[in-house]
DNA sequence: TGTTCTCGGTTCATATATTGAACCATCGTT
DNA sequence: AACGATGGTTCAATATATGAACCGAGAACA
């Protein structure tokens, strides 16, 4: 391993609940020599990756760091960070899929692919989602901020049959979205299309998207979901990643689950 | 020089004017061989501070920045804590601001904001300041620790003609800054560009950063001169409270001679 | 008071990881 | 088909990283 790994895996070794660390306990959790933690820190001190605090001699994240962080906002769109997660997406499930941002109280479509695959197949043509009939709308409710409850009860507009129409219907897919970690909608937006979909996180921490899958009802066999929630879960991953965010343990472990358990 | 730093100087390169960067330009930028750069660049990207845009092959800068800049903040607020400040103090002069931090012996910048008053205006690109030829680095020395002296002299680039080449001439801007309480720099460091900054203090007592206003020369008459002044105060008094430090006696002193002689 | 922790920081001989000239494969131009 | 870019790879030479031992300072303790 290079050095200047080691030296950057020392800045892993933050957190929100850690955010000062001295140097001998950052040699205990690097495992490291104290002299060659010492050096690294030295490095990334001159850096402005890390800076020491003056009383304590312990260190801490350096403002450097919000430099880059800004200017990688500034320079790589969202859209660019889910163009590959949402093109491997298409290529394994074989089916249309997009992905779809929070803006305030609105879901916006931010782009969609549709596979090759087959001659029939879902076409996105909206632009904003609603929160109570799309797989998207159900992620965002479940794991989006609490007023979108609330907005969503205030348009229960019934695209098909199977749109919910009232709070418990709603509410009761919205669980099924917690305890899954995963938004199924089976023809709630339009007749004979299911879709699935799967919350992305951003780095402030919050539900800030979702990547979904959808899919024409007659080829929406066990097996087929199945490859979709995985595949789902990857991307959803990798979209996180690329804008910064982590997926919560809560999520984690629903996914841990409904994967499991077959 | 440390293999590490050189991998973490290739950061540097990347701006909001050039955010992508293909390996063979980066060599010419850095003036390092390709292999070596090649691997600095790999482990980067393992690391998540770079990432190689599939289409082009070129590196851009990566989604870790975001989750790290976002915990460095979270840790430090100075970023929130002079937003407003800052928004005003531009509103208000009509002309570029920005915010500077002391790491170390290194002044970093932590955020700008151009006026969209006057169409020619500064245009803050670096990501440090050098203490030797700008408004922030004459506050630095001036207000902050000692050693910062004979860091500024460690480094006497030439950037204009008027840039301080001597530690007789810079320790003459010093002093004036001292008794005004303000840094001011008439195209020491870019041609035709004027900066007026003021020093800001943490809770700890000590200099924690600078507030300052660049100008073009062309526009910076001393009716300006008198208002950025004033202005700059404001800022730098509601910047310092709100990272939990107190203004010196000595620069309010200096800023209550500065101001009344006028 | 002296003993004994732990802390941040430093030293130097040893050994290991870094380096770069030369190389290859591929692409778009001429 | 020859050229000049590009991104990427190899391997001997060597510059660089390493860590056991060490230092001085401060805190806890008896």
Redesign the pocket.
């Given at each position: 391993?290079?050095?200047?790994?080691?030296?950057l895996e020392l800045l892993s070794l933050f957190s929100e609940a850690k955010p000062e660390?001295?140097?001998?306990?950052?040699?205990?959790l690097a495992k490291?020599?104290?002299?060659?933690?010492?050096?690294?820190?030295?490095?990334l001190e001159k850096a402005g990756f890390v800076e020491?605090v003056v009383t304590?001699?312990?260190?801490r994240l350096g403002p450097a760091l919000l430099q880059l962080g800004r200017m990688r906002e500034a320079t790589v769109p969202r859209k660019a960070g889910a163009e590959t997660a949402l093109a491997t997406l298409a290529e394994k499930t074989g089916e249309t899929v997009h992905v779809t941002v929070l803006s305030g109280l609105t879901l916006f479509a931010l782009m969609s692919r549709e596979s090759p695959k087959h001659s029939t197949r879902a076409v996105i043509d909206v632009t904003t989602f609603p929160l109570h009939a799309t797989a998207s709308g159900f992620c965002a409710v479940a794991f989006g901020p609490d007023e979108l409850l609330a907005a969503a009860c205030d348009n229960f507009e019934a695209f098909t049959d199977l749109t919910p129409m009232t709070v418990e219907a709603l509410e009761t897919l919205v669980a099924t979205a917690r305890t899954t970690g995963m938004g199924l909608s089976i023809g709630r937006f339009e007749e004979e299309i299911n879709s699935l979909s799967a919350p992305i996180f951003d780095q402030t921490g919050q539900f800030a998207g979702a990547v979904s899958v959808a899919s024409v009802a007659s080829r929406f066999t066990p097996e087929l979901e199945n490859i979709i929630k995985a595949e789902l879960i990857t991307a959803s991953r990798e979209i996180t990643k690329s804008w910064g965010g982590v997926i919560p343990t809560v999520v984690e472990n629903a996914w841990a689950n409904a994967m499991s358990s077959h």
């Open positions: 391993m290079s050095s200047a790994s080691k030296a660390i001295g140097l001998s306990e950052m040699c205990r490291r020599d104290k002299a060659t933690t010492y050096r690294h820190l030295q490095v020491q304590s001699k312990n260190y």
